[in-house]
């Protein structure tokens, strides 16, 4: 293990070490003998991920997965919950993976709904988006609360009640939704499958939902295919690498500025440069692939513009699993305090701080700074926004908690705008200079 100043030094010498072997990593998807039916259901989604994943650049360069499905406990035991990459091989928690994508298909449905609802076509052809009152689309995290609990039982129907309060869809529309949900994973899972697809909310939901989830599996997987094949296949580094941001963030980190020092591990701040070059890889594969459909110049515009939610979607499910963990229970970690004395609230929020890892905030900044400079149309609300932003706050605040000394009860927060500053919405910019917090209804952390 080495310090940051050598892993600096040796990204600077040697970019991409030599890719020789392995030629092919074996991807096993850990699942457990009492695994729920909704997971198996959505397991097979989660392949159909791996197959679009090899184009982002392994096929070109003959490298290969391929998918197991173990029961073994020792499968389970690598992937803790998550994903381990080792020589050869990564190991996946498949019920965790599994609930990601399905969270991912609730919210990317609800959005397609939404703009239906809001876009009507004007006599001259163009696409026109009218004011409605009323309902807004699902978060990732709203997503999360449906998928969580199992199909048809109280408790999901208790959250779908809460969600549907909060975000003032009427029952019958939730119903309508729930069909797309299904709609879209039969597609998704099922070769060849006859297109139900005549249906419009589902043809657009498919797409944002396929989008968000290349781009998610781009990051957690690209980030272990780094480990697997023992160096990086991507060859082209990212802006977030060309920018030198997250080698700034990671020497920010080693010399505790202002989180607690940490100097990362030279292998683990390759694959997390390596992953982010897979991002950008399958962005700009998805976006080629779209024009090739149809030209911007011949009404491609609006499928390049469902990728704006769909990058806006995969930041909010990757703050989130940074912050909790990929296999954390909504129910588990978003348990909402009253609000405290500063007027932020806090929540259980279980981030680690591991020795030699880039610490979750770093890691959350670097991933949608990237997204937000591939987007072309939306840059204000493709990045840590609503319930993102306070998830990325609440856990930088939580990394800092750790970093105190025994006995000291405040931390210093005035140097956060300088660390994550241009990255957040001014709102969390103010609290953090200020200590004065708007999270009633959550003005400190709207994009404006």
């Not at 989604?45 to 982002?56: F, K, S, Y």
């Not at 709609?183 to 989008?211: C, F, Q």
């Not at 007027?343 to 900044?365: A, C, D, F, K, M």
Request: aromatic residues 8%.
């Amino acid at each position: 293990m080495y310090s940051l100043a050598l892993a600096i030094h040796a990204l600077a010498l040697v970019t991409v070490a030599p890719v020789t072997k392995p030629s092919q990593v074996v991807v096993q998807l850990c699942e457990r003998a009492d695994e729920p039916s909704v997971t198996f259901a959505w397991g097979k989604n989660i392949v159909a991920g791996l197959a679009r994943l090899q184009h982002a650049g392994y096929l070109q360069a003959d490298k290969r997965l391929s998918v197991e499905i173990s029961r073994d406990s020792a499968c389970t035991k690598k992937a803790q919950g998550a994903c381990y990459g080792e020589a050869g091989r990564v190991y996946c928690d498949k019920a965790a993976l599994a609930r990601l994508l399905h969270a991912t298909g609730w919210a990317a449905m609800s959005w397609a709904h939404h703009i239906l609802r809001t876009t009507e076509v004007s006599t001259d052809g163009r696409a026109v988006t009218r004011q409605m009152p009323g309902r807004t689309p699902f978060s990732f995290h709203d997503g999360l609360e449906l998928a969580d609990l199992p199909p048809g039982s109280r408790e999901q129907a208790e959250a779908a009640l809460r969600v549907l309060e909060d975000l003032k869809w009427d029952i019958a529309d939730f119903f309508v939704l729930g069909q797309s949900v299904l709609d879209l994973h039969h597609y998704d899972s099922t070769p060849d499958a006859p297109a139900n697809l005549r249906k419009r909310a589902v043809v657009l939901g498919y797409m944002v939902y396929e989008a968000a989830v290349n781009l998610l599996m781009a990051y957690v997987m690209g980030h272990e295919l780094a480990h697997a094949f023992q160096a990086c296949v991507i060859t082209e580094p990212s802006w977030a690498e060309r920018s030198g941001l997250l080698v700034d963030l990671a020497r920010r980190q080693s010399e505790g500025k202002p989180l607690c020092p940490n100097p990362p591990y030279v292998d683990e701040v390759r694959a997390d440069l390596c992953g982010l070059r897979v991002v950008e890889r399958m962005d700009h594969e998805m976006v080629r692939s779209k024009l090739r459909a149809v030209p911007e110049d011949q009404g491609g515009k609006p499928l390049l513009a469902a990728l704006s939610v769909s990058r806006r979607l995969a930041i909010d499910a990757i703050t989130w699993l940074l912050a909790t963990g990929l296999s954390s229970r909504k129910q588990d970690s978003w348990r909402v305090s009253e609000l405290g004395s500063d007027g932020l609230r806090t929540l259980n929020l279980r981030v680690e701080l591991q020795e030699g890892y880039l610490y979750s905030p770093i890691r959350t900044v670097a991933f949608s700074a990237l997204l937000n400079h591939l987007e072309p149309y939306n840059k204000q609300s493709v990045r840590l926004c609503d319930v993102s932003a306070r998830i990325f706050t609440l856990s930088v605040n939580a990394s800092l908690v750790r970093c105190m000394p025994k006995g000291q009860t405040k931390f210093d927060q005035l140097d956060l705008p300088n660390l994550f500053g241009p990255f957040v919405p001014s709102g969390v910019n103010t609290g953090w200079t200020t200590g004065r917090w708007d999270d009633g209804l959550g003005k400190s952390f709207h994009c404006e």
